[in-house]
């Protein structure tokens, strides 16, 4: 069983074993690797050295083609479709209001967007934003419902649209609380080597750092939006993924550009291998976030919660992955 090492561990190396590979990679035990070889889960999490970021990986082996694996990664809105994802939609070439009009906001959200200022916001915004949401929504009114979701959609093609044309480093920084750092230099934060040691695909997320700068051969790359739980709050976030072709596997690599809540950035990779004369594959994927509520006294007792979220939803994850790459 011969996994392409190149693909998962970067150009330098050289086919392996990939029962060799996941033993360096993650520590897998011989107990995990016999689950994943019977079409079983396998997850490990790792710690960062500031204590901030979650990082997790998982593995699975599915039943399906390269050209199926790229396809239905295509379809994003059925490919993330779960109990979890609330709402989703992609954003058309040149963003427009109309690709999120499937984007409600609950009471909650419109009560933070009324009480927003910068230092002190339920919601992760710009201070720019924050005052056109309390300036622009008629608060208190018959119409302010209406009126917040179109103001939020406004937004968020905003912020798509300079994404799009100017990269990360021109969108505004998070204003509701002291200390946070700009969302380009929080990408780069992950891009560092880590324990993970062949972190995969370095053209690819240098490209997805210095979009709309750089150039990736071959890359087929688009943005959607998508209204998640997490956590106690529904997380409304733009994120811009990618699809290549490196070595007979696909990477599917996926870049967070905003989220209302939680994170301060994250990074996803998820790369299918087909095993050389068989109907089958494997399915890696990793993901490193930086979660902006770790921190303060209580953060050793967050990060532990934390990291066992990331596991476990990871596990039901790749497990629906399966089900959706198998489903003719």
Request: charged share 25%; aromatic share 8%; net charge positive.
């Amino acid at each position: 069983m011969a996994l392409t090492a190149t693909a998962l561990a970067g150009p330098s190396q050289t086919n392996q074993d990939v029962v060799a590979l996941l033993r360096s990679y993650v520590r897998a035990t011989d107990a995990e690797l016999k689950r994943l070889e019977r079409g079983g889960v396998l997850t490990k999490t790792l710690d960062s050295p500031d204590g901030k970021e979650v990082t997790s990986f998982g593995a699975i082996r599915v039943a399906c083609t390269a050209d199926v694996f790229a396809e239905r990664v295509r379809d994003i809105e059925r490919f993330k479709a779960s109990e979890y994802v609330l709402q989703i939609g992609r954003f058309k070439t040149q963003p427009g209001i109309d690709d999120l009009a499937g984007l409600t906001l609950d009471p909650v959200e419109r009560e933070a967007m009324h009480l927003c200022r910068p230092g002190s916001c339920g919601l992760r915004l710009p201070a720019s934003a924050m005052e056109h949401f309390r300036t622009s929504v008629p608060w208190g009114t018959p119409t302010e419902a209406e009126a917040a979701g179109t103001a939020m959609r406004q937004f968020l093609v905003q912020e798509a649209r300079t994404y799009l044309t100017t990269g990360s480093a021109a969108l505004g920084d998070y204003a509701d609380r002291a200390g946070t750092i700009p969302r380009a230099a929080a990408f780069r934060q992950l891009l560092r080597p880590s324990e993970f040691k062949a972190e995969s695909q370095p053209e690819l997320f240098r490209w997805l750092d210095e979009f709309p700068r750089a150039t990736l051969e071959g890359a087929d790359s688009f943005l959607y939006w998508s209204r998640e739980k997490f956590g106690l709050k529904p997380t409304i976030s733009i994120s811009h993924s990618v699809i290549a072709r490196r070595n007979g596997a696909v990477v599917f690599g996926s870049k967070q550009v905003f989220a209302s809540h939680y994170f301060e950035s994250s990074l996803g990779m998820a790369l299918f291998v087909p095993m050389p004369g068989a109907a089958y594959g494997y399915v890696t994927y990793l993901n490193r976030s930086r979660v902006d509520t770790l921190r303060g006294f209580l953060a050793p007792l967050a990060r532990i919660v934390a990291a066992r979220r990331a596991r476990d939803g990871l596990e039901r994850m790749l497990i629906g992955v399966k089900g959706k790459l198998e489903k003719p």
